[in-house]
């Protein structure tokens, strides 16, 4: 009874389209691209409906390369339809949906039903909600947006698009010489998890062997960055963002007006430190999701013409004094807290703050070479009275757009 429906079901949903959905590395190096179009050409390697199969020459030294997941599919996860990796960042789904759940952006990720009836019925609702103007899938949040910037692979990586290997010549039996088209390389070692690719697990971000190298790649570079702090004795700071120059000296001139105009975008800023003739500052910010943010947005990026290396700042364990002391404000570790009494507001005269009883003073932990540095200075400026509160200050937001 249900079967016939089904099947007219099912042959509503073949896919006729007139272009495919491919990433710039699989169009190839050739600015025009000639394709063959074969409508309900094969059954997408994902949802098995039959859709229109397009094939092309992956530029001047590439192979003949074939979509292989349907159009729908690669929508529904934003992929390339040959190579099924993400078309905005160019890593593989299972890398950028973990970076999405881990930066709280879970809502982002595209769940696609792997059953064939639940994502028939999926994609009804998706195009459904999308003619109204309505994306099912939510943009990523901005610490998500920012990681994933930074591990983008957006340069086309043509060694991709090279011939698959000559099966003749790992034999020794290959006869055509230069005229093969196949690759004369040997294949690799058969227990190389890359050998074991699939399209479906890397659509549906399962077990995918180049995923898990990237992010096996990240960890340890993240372990490492831990490690190394451990042995120099040093905590995460809470929120506060280190910024160095890249290379050797001479610097550009590092000011704090600069660093603050070039970091105020990413969240309320607490202080700003600047070291010119080290080329390195620091910044500190209210809430650590700004320097995350921060960090994410700006490291490798340029400031005054220089490139950027931006990483947390490492506060000293016990209190040692350090050139990162000042970064030392939410380390938890820290012994002892200095009483900062801050300058009075404009205005106020000193009688009026003899009278009163509490003292106005505010628990900071500042290491006390930095405020004998501070009261120097504003000792050598001598002048007239600072505003008292950050939002009374105009000079803590930037005067620059970013
Ligand atoms: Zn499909
Ligand atoms: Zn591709
Ligand atoms: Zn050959």
Redesign the pocket.
């Known amino acids: 009874m249900s079967a016939p429906i089904k099947r007219d079901a099912l042959k509503q949903s073949w896919e006729d389209t007139e272009f495919p959905l491919?990433?710039e590395?699989?169009l190839g190096d050739n600015p025009y691209v000639r394709m063959t179009k074969q409508p309900f050409g094969k059954k997408c390697s994902v949802c098995e409906t039959p859709f229109t199969v397009f094939a092309f020459q992956a530029g001047t030294k590439g192979r003949l390369k074939k979509v292989e997941i349907c159009r729908s599919c690669a929508e529904a996860k934003n992929v390339?339809q040959?190579?099924v990796?993400d078309l905005k960042y160019g890593l593989p789904v299972q890398v950028r949906d973990k970076i999405l759940r881990e930066s709280g952006s879970a809502s982002s990720v595209a769940a696609v039903p792997q059953s064939q009836a639940n994502r028939a019925y999926y994609t009804q609702q998706q195009n459904r909600m999308l003619e109204q103007g309505i994306n099912l899938v939510a943009e990523p949040n901005a610490v998500a947006e920012a990681t994933l910037q930074s591990m983008a692979q957006m340069e086309p990586r043509y060694e991709r698009n090279l011939p698959k290997l000559c099966s003749f010549y790992a034999r020794g039996e290959c006869n055509r010489g230069a005229t093969c088209p196949f690759r004369h390389e040997f294949p690799r070692d058969r227990d190389d998890p890359m050998a074991k690719q699939n399209t479906k697990d890397r659509f549906f971000g399962t077990h995918d062997p180049v995923a898990n190298k990237i992010l096996g790649r990240k960890r340890k570079m993240e372990q490492e960055e831990e490690k190394q702090q451990e042995e120099d004795g040093y905590n995460k700071a809470r929120a506060t963002v280190y910024v160095r120059f890249q290379g050797e000296p001479p610097f550009p001139a590092l000011t704090e007006q600069a660093v603050r105009d070039y970091y105020y975008a990413y969240g309320e800023i607490v202080s700003v430190r600047a070291q010119p003739d080290k080329g390195q500052a620091f910044v500190e910010y209210t809430q650590p999701e700004a320097a995350q943010l921060a960090i994410a947005r700006t490291h490798r990026k340029e400031l005054l013409g220089k490139s950027l290396y931006v990483a947390w700042a490492r506060a000293p364990k016990h209190g040692e004094s350090s050139t990162a002391a000042a970064a030392n404000q939410g380390d938890a570790s820290a012994p002892k807290k200095a009483q900062v009494v801050l300058p009075p507001p404009p205005g106020s005269t000193e009688s009026n703050d003899k009278k009163r009883k509490v003292p106005l003073t505010t628990t900071i932990k500042l290491p006390p070479e930095v405020l004998a540095a501070r009261q120097q200075k504003q000792a050598a400026k001598g002048a007239g009275p600072k505003p008292h509160y950050p939002s009374t200050d105009p000079s803590r937001l930037g005067s620059a757009a970013s």
């Open positions: 491919v990433c590395t699989c390339c040959v190579c990796y």
